[in-house]
């Protein structure tokens, strides 16, 4: 259970007679503790995520499994639910019931919580011949625009108008049926080609979309679309080929692993020099950030088809540079740097998916880490030890870089901006207390 009382940290407790109180909650995290035993992997958020839009699609009812409990998959369901889909939630499975859909209007106040609720305009548009969807607009890591996603609409013959803010897409016609049509994207975008990849599985004829994304989340949407009766080739590579059909049925699907799960458990081990195992999930998607890890002494062996286990043999300097898949990670960057300011040596960060994505480097470096930025590089000079320190998350992935310093810290770290990790990962805190973390959800008492 997790534990949830005021404490006393930087600021005072009020009185009555002083301001207003303001409470917070924050992680506390005591370093220098071993970690032993075995984690399980929760399932895919961003594979969740795009499935959750894809389930538009369908003019029965379908069930997804192994759904990871997150802030961010309630408020997807809620965007969706708003279009009139019934949605029951079980600690098992989420039910959707998108026979009906009531609207194709998603509103601007549950969308501009959720970015990758944008993903729904592909499969709205596909299943009605209208959507109008508000842009998500930018957030902490970076401007993330959609150009990609409306170019591609517009080649499969929707009429795309952004007004005030909100993206209207038609498609005229009697039928109002998308046409199947050929996309040369630009970037190889995870969400414009998820978005193009579900619009394409109910237009008419074929649709080809070059330079795709080939992200295991790609493939795993893939595969959900198959199992209502969609015709798509070559997920996985660059080439994603979609023969569109007039309806999709039915589906029971399970969600794969987090692969960015995954990964932080990997590096947690890593940084604090522990041997545990982690399942279940699919070593292949772990190649890069394995093969770095290995180059920074941590062996990572597979137990069976499902299981790693951790071998650390020192911390030693190397270089990441973030790229689509089957490149190292972007969502792996902030841990992975965490790692490096203890590793022996120089390294260098290149971070070239996301223009903003350093702002943990400030707080890295008020617990001691040697970091010099310039522009999207980052060098890091190992040091010693990292000391505890009160830090603040600045986005999801800054918020696991800073918990994964904090265990390997002396002294106590108190992590601030906890929503962002809430967002993402599914019990962190817990998974790592049954590890043997000393790390704990307080709530602080501060005078506003
Ligand atoms: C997804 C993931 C996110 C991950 C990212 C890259 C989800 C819910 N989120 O985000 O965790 O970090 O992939 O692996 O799956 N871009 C454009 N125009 C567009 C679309 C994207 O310029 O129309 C740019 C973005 O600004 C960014 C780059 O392309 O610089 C990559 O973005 P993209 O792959 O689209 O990321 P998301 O799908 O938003």
Do not use: W
């Amino acid at each position: 259970m997790v534990e949830d009382r005021p404490i006393n940290t930087s600021a005072p407790v009020s009185t009555p007679t002083e301001a207003p109180e303001k409470s917070a909650t924050v992680l506390k995290i005591t370093g220098g503790h071993s970690l032993s035993g075995e984690v399980r992997i929760s399932g895919a958020k961003n594979s969740a995520l795009a499935i959750m839009a894809g389930t538009l699609l369908c003019s029965d009812e379908c069930r997804l499994t192994n759904i990871p409990d997150l802030a961010d998959i309630k408020r997807m369901s809620d965007v969706i639910r708003a279009l009139g889909v019934g949605i029951t939630a079980s600690p098992q499975a989420i039910d959707f019931d998108t026979r009906h859909l009531s609207t194709s209007e998603a509103p601007y106040e549950l969308v501009s919580k959720l970015r990758a609720s944008f993903f729904i305009i592909g499969p709205l548009l596909a299943r009605m011949g209208e959507a109008q969807v508000p842009l998500p607009g930018g957030c902490a890591i970076g401007a993330r625009p959609v150009d990609l996603h409306v170019r591609g609409l517009r080649a499969m013959g929707a009429e795309v108008m952004i007004e005030h803010g909100v993206v209207h897409a038609t498609v005229r016609g009697s039928r109002r049926k998308l046409q199947g049509a050929k996309i040369y994207l630009d970037y190889p975008s995870v969400g414009a080609t998820e978005t193009l990849m579900m619009a394409a599985t109910l237009a008419e004829g074929q649709t080809i979309i070059e330079n795709a994304a080939q992200e295991p989340e790609v493939v795993d949407l893939a595969n959900f679309c198959r199992s209502m009766g969609a015709t798509i080739m070559g997920d996985g590579s660059n080439k994603i080929i979609i023969q569109g059909c007039d309806r999709l049925h039915s589906t029971d699907y399970p969600i794969i692993p987090d692969r960015i799960e995954a990964g932080t458990f990997l590096v947690a081990g890593a940084i604090t020099q522990s041997a545990f195992s982690i399942f279940p999930v699919v070593p292949d998607h772990l190649l890069p950030v394995i093969a770095k890890l290995e180059e920074t002494g941590t062996k990572v062996i597979a137990e069976s088809p499902d299981r790693l286990r951790l071998q650390p043999q020192g911390l030693r300097a190397t270089d990441i540079e973030t790229l689509p898949y089957p490149g190292f990670p972007t969502d792996m960057q902030a841990q992975f740097m965490a790692l490096l300011t203890l590793c022996e040596g120089s390294s260098v960060v290149t971070e070239t998916v996301f223009e903003n994505r350093m702002h943990h480097v400030a707080e890295l470096s008020r617990m001691g880490a040697a970091i010099k930025l310039k522009g999207n590089n980052a060098i890091i000079n190992g040091v010693p030890f990292l000391s505890g320190a009160p830090v603040m998350a600045t986005d999801l992935r800054a918020s696991a870089a800073l918990v994964l310093a904090g265990l390997a810290a002396e002294g106590t770290t108190i992590m601030h901006g906890i929503h962002h990790m809430d967002r993402g990962y599914d019990d962190l805190e817990g998974k790592f207390k049954a590890l043997g973390a000393k790390i704990e959800r307080l709530t602080t008492v501060e005078a506003e």
